[in-house]
């Protein structure tokens, strides 16, 4: 049941949230995934952002990076940036720098022409469409396979169309609901985990806003609201994203239409008369539509068709965010998707492709990867199980990459071996300000030049006064040496430039020379009788050019920062070359102020360009990670459940927590060994929750239950035996069943029957109370000394004791030899007992006691035993019966321990004892061989033992009917013993049988006439 609940939980996602963090510990510590050495992020870092220029960055500076990596022999180049705005035109001059301290900025006019105006997005365009090999990125947001965000306005504006002007709320519902696929909701976004639902009247309102639109663009919020008969801030809610929304419709019909419409002709087809010039809300959203449309024909409509299998199975995109059209135009563009996780916003998985209006749109890194790889795009498609399937072109590999239920796939995260909690330690990062100084430096010899050239074609002004067909000559040349020269300057040689270059010196060599005669010849007019204030303009300008420009001075000056500027460029193209050449470069925020972090398994707070590097890495080297199906997960459940389910159910707690324990460390091993070696990954927290659940609810059940029982016997048992002997006996009981079998069955034991010698008569002078202090204290030390043996104790008859050995709950292997021991054990207690209590009241008292013993070893029934009310583990039997009876059989042989043939022979050797012959007890008729147990050899001391071999002598003659030899043999034994009652006994028993000789069939027993 548990393992079941457990399945159930893990089905519906309930345990979702450890399945994810037990993922990224795998990343972070199972996932061996290398950085392939091509990928290069070219980080724009915080002092990029603040010392190569303010932010954002004119694109003239992008530009220069892209031209620069491709110098430098880029395999491709990923931007992930934002572009999807144009920029103005600007113009550049040393003197409009922010910085520039000169307070009067006048006649600044006249330095300032269209020459020094710089169009960034041509220049970046241009860079970009030299490069061939640039991915700009796309935003949009992706939706569940099953849902199309556009079918759900289609469907609105389709219901709408074809009902009243005002239809009612339930009935559009109705209608539209009709429309969707079986499932899906209208209201629904679709987005995320969980579709977010949105008012349905507020949806309504929206829906008709937008018909109206359609029809009359031009309406405004007091129209709609008067002709939809709803109030001004109801249409106010929606008039703004549905003017967006229908221009942009709008304008993609048209140009879909007129495929070569400009912007002119588009705003004339949807507001006829509206002006170019004069700016307006829906002038403004219709021009942004316009240029979206035009981005759009770039980087979406000239995508390739879904193949057939992907369509329902990948995840769509819409709301997008596109490069503006003049870069759309000039690169490849790829989607840029930061899906996170809603359980706990970590991004793990990507769409590498999507679905736009059935088209293919590809994740930007997964583009670039692809094409690197020369994988055939129309090879793309999916196979059983979620497989995204594709092959190169030449047909020699494939790619299998597995994608969620959701169109995802999981992103392999590298990490630095040695410092794995760092991202700038995984991949090689290069600080894109090192690649900016290339193009800077050359931008200041553009400068410095270009200052040079500014100076020497003012001389050429003067001396022409900036006409003529001479200057118009000069002009296009200059302009001409101006572009060959950045040609130059950026990596390239055009072939004429020296040859240009000679022929505007000369030109400008010429007209400084003509300025230089012709201030002279001013100067000589002044220095005469000439007026300086009669001079004329353009003289004025020549004495000004000759007196304050050396152009000698300033052409040794810029061929020094020239060549300055040159030599390190070279040395960083050389320095920037190895880490560049064949790679492919990744440009990306990792400044902390603009940086668009997301959290992933390895990271916190990671810049997302890290994804895309990831992403690409996972595609290189072909180890995007696998999961196992969810049918797998939840058998995997199952399969471990049950069987700790049965382990503790058989076995008891602490023993089935380590198999536990140990089950799921191999488990553990095991799922990462194959994520770490195969990059599969084996969700094992159902396992995991399954197994311990199992454990703790059956652990708890037997604790309430069986455990219970199980306390309930030992605490009984515990009367028997020791507290820890009766524990583990229950233990032991509880595993082999389910419930304690106590029923009586044979086994052979060994019974232990002590009483005290003349202990009734103790009493009687005592007293209870006194009698207790003597008997408790006994019945303490004999019950440890039985205990200690493993002896099962049974019942305290007064001052007597009756135990045995050998109970199925207490298998006692050497049962009667234990017996024994405890028998010897017992008079060394009773006589430290007895020199504890002498010095006490009751000395005198205690120094008389000494104990009797019969021990014999036989077959039995032993189990419970007693009535419905009232039971007791003990054993019956005739070997319970006669060891009942040796032990009073002691007294007339006047010894304290008597012991059978049959405990004798089970013992072994190792004691001395002493044969008193074959006793019939009281009731019985058959003679029981019985022996003294007097000590263990080598502890007895020699006399005893020969006397004890003696009078087995006389035993032995009394039972071969040699009356005269045994009484021989007695009387030598009172030589040694006069006072030995067994002597008597024995004597009584010869002379008895001499004075009437015993039949054929005598027992040969010594018969005893009381118990």
């Not at 992008?62 to 572009?83: C, K, P, Q, S, Y």
């Not at 035009?294 to 000239?302: K, M, Q």
């Not at 995204?388 to 239920?405: C, E, F, K, T």
């Not at 052979?748 to 002078?765: H, N, P, W």
Request: glycine share 6%; aromatic share 8%; proline share 4%.
């Amino acid at each position: 049941m548990v393992t079941a609940a457990t399945a159930g939980s893990y089905r519906y996602g309930t345990l979702e949230p450890f399945s994810l963090k037990l993922l990224d510990v795998k990343f972070r510590r199972a996932n061996p995934i290398e950085a392939d050495d091509r990928i290069v992020l070219i980080d724009i870092n915080d002092y990029a952002v603040e010392n190569v220029h303010k932010w954002p960055w004119p694109r003239r500076i992008h530009a220069d990076l892209v031209n620069t990596l491709r110098e430098l022999g880029a395999e491709a180049i990923l931007m992930d940036l934002v572009f999807d705005a144009p920029e103005f035109a600007r113009v550049v001059h040393p003197r409009l720098n922010p910085d520039y301290e000169f307070d009067d900025l006048r006649g600044l006019a006249d330095e300032v022409n269209v020459s020094d105006a710089v169009w960034d997005d041509d220049e970046f365009g241009d860079a970009l469409a030299d490069a061939g090999n640039v991915y700009l990125g796309m935003f949009a947001g992706t939706y569940e396979p099953q849902y199309f965000p556009n079918d759900v306005r289609r469907n609105a504006l389709k219901v709408l169309n074809e009902g009243a002007s005002a239809p009612s709320l339930e009935a559009f519902d109705a209608r539209v609901r009709s429309l969707m696929p079986e499932g899906v909701d209208w209201m629904s976004t679709g987005s995320g985990r969980a579709a977010e639902q949105r008012d349905r009247a507020q949806l309504f309102e929206r829906w008709r806003v937008e018909h109206l639109l359609e029809t009359e663009f031009a309406l405004t919020e007091r129209d709609l609201a008067s002709r939809l008969g709803l109030t001004k801030e109801q249409v106010a809610r929606h008039f703004a994203p549905a003017k967006r929304d229908v221009a942009h419709r709008l304008a993609a019909r048209f140009r879909r239409a007129n495929t070569d419409a400009d912007w002119p002709a588009t705003l004339a087809h949807i507001l006829p008369g509206a002006s170019l010039d004069v700016e307006t809300p829906d002038l403004w959203d219709l021009r942004r539509a316009f240029r979206f449309v035009s981005s759009e024909r770039y980087a979406l409509d000239a995508a390739d068709m879904l193949h057939p299998s992907l369509i329902g199975k990948i995840r769509n995109a819409a709301d997008f965010t596109l490069p503006y059209w003049k870069l759309a135009s000039a690169a490849r563009a790829g989607l840029v998707v930061f899906d996170v996780d809603a359980a706990d916003g970590v991004m793990r998985r990507v769409p590498l492709v999507a679905n736009d209006r059935g088209r293919l749109v590809e994740h930007l890194g997964f583009a670039l990867a692809r094409d690197v790889l020369d994988v055939d795009k129309s090879s793309i498609r999916l196979e059983d199980r979620n497989i995204l399937a594709m092959r190169d072109r030449s047909g020699n590999r494939d790619w299998r990459i597995q994608l969620d239920s959701a169109g995802r796939t999981l992103i392999n995260w590298h990490t630095d071996d040695e410092d794995p909690g760092k991202w700038e330690r995984s991949f090689k990062h290069i600080p894109v300000a090192s690649v900016l100084r290339i193009p800077t430096n050359r931008r200041y010899i553009e400068q410095a030049q270009g200052y040079e050239t500014g100076i020497r074609a003012r001389f050429v002004d003067a001396s022409t006064s900036g006409a003529g067909k001479a200057y118009e000559d000069y002009a296009r040349r200059v302009k001409r040496l101006k572009a060959l020269r950045w040609q130059a300057i950026s990596g390239e040689s055009p072939v004429d430039l020296a040859k240009l270059e000679a022929e505007v010196r000369a030109i400008e060599q010429d007209r400084i020379d003509s300025v230089a005669g012709d201030a002279e010849a001013i100067r000589e007019y002044l220095s005469g009788e000439g007026d300086e204030s009669e001079l004329d303009p353009a003289e004025r300008n020549v004495l000004e050019l000759a007196g304050n420009f050396d152009t000698a001075a300033i052409a040794r000056q810029t061929t020094q920062t020239v060549s300055r500027r040159q030599a390190e460029i070279d040395g960083l193209l050389k320095q920037l070359r190895s880490d560049i050449e064949g790679k492919i470069c990744l440009v990306g925020y990792t400044a902390t102020a603009v940086a668009d972090t997301v959290n992933t398994p390895v990271f916190d707070e990671v810049p997302g360009v890290m994804a895309h590097a990831n992403v690409i890495n996972s595609m290189l080297l072909d180890r995007f990670p696998r999961s196992m199906p969810r049918w797998f997960d939840l058998l995997l459940i199952i399969a471990v459940g049950l069987p700790v389910t049965f382990v503790t159910t058989w076995r008891g707690p602490a023993f089935s927590l380590l198999m536990m324990l140990l089950f799921l460390s191999s488990l553990w091993v095991i799922a990462f060994h194959l994520f770490d070696r195969y990059t599969l990954h084996i969700d094992i927290v159902g396992p995991l929750v399954a197994a311990f659940l199992a454990w703790a609810f059956v652990t708890l059940y037997r604790q309430l239950t069986e455990e219970r029982q199980k306390r309930a016997f030992s605490k009984s048992l515990a009367q028997y035996t020791s507290p820890a002997i009766a524990a583990k006996l229950a233990e032991q009981l509880s595993r082999q069943s389910g419930a304690l079998d106590l029923s009586p069955r044979a086994q052979v034991v060994t019974c232990f029957f002590s009483d005290l010698k003349g202990f009734t008569s103790i009493s009687e002078r005592l007293g209870a109370s006194r009698t207790r202090d003597v008997l408790n204290p006994y019945l303490e030390a004999m019950s440890d000394v039985l205990i200690r043996s493993e002896a099962m104790i049974n019942k305290f008859m007064g001052d007597g004791i009756f135990a045995f050995y050998n109970p199925p709950l207490l298998p006692v292997e050497h049962h009667a030899r234990a017996a024994c021991e405890a028998t010897l054990n017992s008079f060394v207690a009773l006589q430290e007992l007895k020199n504890t209590l002498a010095e006490g009241d009751l000395g005198e008292e205690v120094r008389g006691l000494s104990m009797r013993i019969g021990v014999n070893t036989g077959e039995v029934f032993v189990g419970d035993y007693g009535s419905s009310n009232k039971l007791d583990y003990t054993c019956i039997g005739d070997t319970v019966n006669l060891s009942a009876r040796l032990e009073p059989a002691c007294k007339p042989f006047g010894i304290a321990a008597m012991i059978s043939e049959s405990t004798l022979e089970a013992a072994g050797d190792g004691y001395v004892v002493r044969h008193l012959g074959s006793l019939q007890v009281v009731g019985k008729k058959v003679g029981v061989p019985v022996y003294e147990l007097i000590g263990r050899e080598g502890e007895v001391e020699i006399g005893v033992v020969e006397y004890a071999a003696l009078f087995g002598e006389a035993v032995l003659k009394f039972q071969n009917r040699d009356w005269e030899g045994a009484l021989r043999a007695i009387a030598q034994c009172r030589k040694s013993r006069a006072d030995d009652p067994s002597l008597d006994l024995l004597d009584t028993n010869v002379r008895q049988r001499q004075a009437s000789p015993p039949p054929d069939d005598w027992n040969q027993a010594i018969e005893l006439t009381s118990k």
